[in-house]
Each structure stands twice: as C-alpha cells, then as structure tokens.
C-alpha cells in the first residue's frame, strides 16, 4: 500500500473518498481500503448480492474490531428494483442482514433509465425521512445518458454514476459536453476493468509485446481523465488490485495520445476497426 489518500469529494452532506468499492474478492479488501483512505463502500440490496458477501463480511469485521469506523465510513445502498412500490424493502433487508451498518448513508438506484427514474425517484428521496434506512443522499447508477442528464440538471440526484469508458466514450457528446458549468452533484465512472483487454486476446489482435499494452491502471486514467468525472466506483479481486486502482486514481491522466490508443483497442476489440500495419 502507499500513503492514505486524502482526497474527497462532497455528496450532499457527506464527504466521501473519491474512489467507491464495491465488489471485492475478500473480505481483507475492505480493511485495506480503509486503511488506504478509501471511505466509501457501495453493497446491493437485491441484484448481485452473492458476490457482495465479501464485501459485506469485510464491513462487519472492519466494524467488529473498530466500531468508531462507521461514523467515518459511507456505505451506499445500491437497488435495482424498478416498481416504486418494493423500492423500499431491500434496503430494510440489507440492514437486517448487515446489523452492524446501523444505516445506509446513501440510497441509490442501480441501472436507472428515463422509463424508470421518476418513479424510483419519489420512492428513494423518502429515504431521507426513515429512520429504519437513514440516508443522507440519493444517488443513481445510469444505464441512460438522457436520464442522467435529466437528473443532474434538475438536480435530482446528490450523486451519478456511469460507465464512461473507452468503448462507452459516447458520454462525452451525450452527457458531459450538454452539462451546465454549473452542475452541483459529483460523476462516478463504473465498469472500467470492463474494457481491459487480456494479454491473449491483444496478441490475437496483433498488438504486439514491443508495443504498449495497457494495465487496468491505464483504463482507471483513462476514465477519470475527464473533467466530469469525479471519481471511480470500482471492484477489487485483490489487495494488488486495489493498490493498482488507487495509485492510478491519484495519478494524472492519461495524455490525448495515450486516451486515443484505448479508444483504438476497443474499436479493434469490437471488431470496429482494422489494424493497420
């Protein structure tokens, strides 16, 4: 590990570490990432939740051995439930599963789209007003670029997430280019390691070892080198793997040369371009 990060970023109320982990690969993840700076977790409450046992069992012994960490932690409650109605029971089950939590800091909404977001929208916001769930803010993970962009402009949201990356670098003309300047609510990015191509499979490409092979290092530069994003919701198999997350996620960005090489990867990945030689 390196020196703890001290950056953050303002969530409403909150203040949160600029990186978000979410699935990890053991439960020893979580404590390093405390230890490393990292304050802020996202569990689901519903989809994926086998895959977050380690993540969930990571924040129960973070919080067995130093119960003082929840009031510096930020864990947010991520549901995919689309029916406003059952909006409401996941998070309940989640704290009732997780009784340690106490609350959730913030209540989000997993793969929002213009169809669905209002409605899911009334029914999170109330979450604001319970007791039982305790959030602070209400945030949204974005499968739509009109819905995010209607949200952040109406300042519906106190965070968004989306999935900027190189093969979804369509976002900068349908969302970040059409935001005011004077946009309030932080971006995250996701799904970055979605885009990192094996070794293997650039050597089928034919890209070479004698030329640059990107790292998942190079994909997290490359997703918050970008003025909207604020930071990075990120999975770690390791605490390798997380290392290598955080010492690119306080490092600069990529250059416009380096960014462009990616987006040339995918495009060849995607069966997009051709290699030229």
């Known amino acids: 590990m390196f020196a703890p990060i001290r950056s953050r970023v303002a969530v409403g109320s909150l203040s949160v570490s600029h990186v978000c982990l979410g699935i990890v690969g053991s439960s020893d993840v979580v404590r390093a990432a405390y230890e490393a700076g990292v304050n802020f977790f996202a569990v689901t409450t519903d989809m994926h939740w086998p895959v977050y046992d380690a993540t969930r069992r990571g924040l129960v012994e973070l919080l067995r051995d130093r119960p003082a960490a929840r009031d510096e932690i930020v864990v947010m409650g991520v549901s995919y439930v689309t029916h406003p109605r059952f909006c409401h029971a996941p998070f309940v ?127 997290v530069r490359y997703s918050i080198g970008v003025r909207c994003i604020d930071g990075l919701l990120c999975n770690a198999a390791t605490v390798g793997e997380l290392t290598e997350i955080l010492h690119a996620a306080e490092g600069g960005p990529l250059t416009p040369e380096e960014a462009v090489y990616l987006e040339d990867l995918s495009d060849l990945h995607r069966g997009l371009a051709e290699l030229v030689t």
Not at 123 to 152: M, N, Q
Not at 164 to 192: C, M, N, T
């Open 93 to 219: 089950e989640l704290l009732e599963a997780v009784p340690s939590l106490g609350r959730l800091d913030i209540s989000c909404m997993g793969a929002a789209t213009n169809d669905n977001f209002l409605g899911r929208w009334d029914a999170h916001t109330k979450h604001r007003e319970d007791s039982r769930i305790g959030a602070h803010a209400v945030a949204a993970i974005f499968d739509d670029a009109v819905a995010a962009r209607a949200a952040l402009a109406g300042g519906l949201v106190d965070l968004a997430v989306v999935g900027y990356r190189p093969s979804h670098r369509r976002l900068r003309s349908e969302l970040f280019d059409k935001l005011s300047a004077s946009r309030r609510a932080p971006i995250l990015s996701i799904g970055v390691a979605l885009d990192v191509l094996p070794p293997t499979r650039l050597q089928e490409l034919g890209v070479g070892k004698d030329q640059w092979l990107p790292t998942l290092g190079d994909y």
